[in-house]
């Protein structure tokens, strides 16, 4: 399979244990890496043969703004449910950023990559 990668994803979500996360909301990042088969779009050049990724990033950027989670992992897997909903999705590697986390500490991000495939 060959890789199709939509990197940086940022929108803005109310996901987090705290009440002051969900009331405040703040950004996530998501990167997306897909498992397809693209000769087919390759020969014929037809959009219809290919994963169109306009139509994914707008899926996983409503996802990311509505429904609240506790966790990130719960976000992770609901973005991930989303790429393979398309059967030419072999496997995908999703990574969300929440680079706002509330930790008492200097860092520069918190990120999780999750790694599913179709059974």
Do not use: N
Request: include cysteine; aromatic fraction near 6%.
């Amino acid at each position: 399979m060959d890789r199709l990668a939509v990197v940086g994803i940022e929108a803005v979500g109310h996901h987090g244990v705290f009440e002051f996360e969900k009331r405040e909301g703040q950004v996530f990042r998501a990167d997306l890496v897909l498992g397809v088969d693209t000769r087919t779009a390759a020969g014929s050049d037809d959009l219809q043969d290919t994963v169109d990724y306009g139509t994914l990033v707008a899926a996983v950027k409503q996802a990311i703004e509505h429904d609240p989670v506790d966790l990130i992992e719960t976000l992770a897997q609901r973005i991930a449910d989303i790429c393979l909903a398309d059967p030419r999705v072999g496997w995908t590697e999703v990574t969300v950023h929440k680079p706002d986390a509330p930790i008492e500490a200097t860092f520069s991000d918190v990120a999780l990559t999750i790694h599913r495939s179709r059974p």
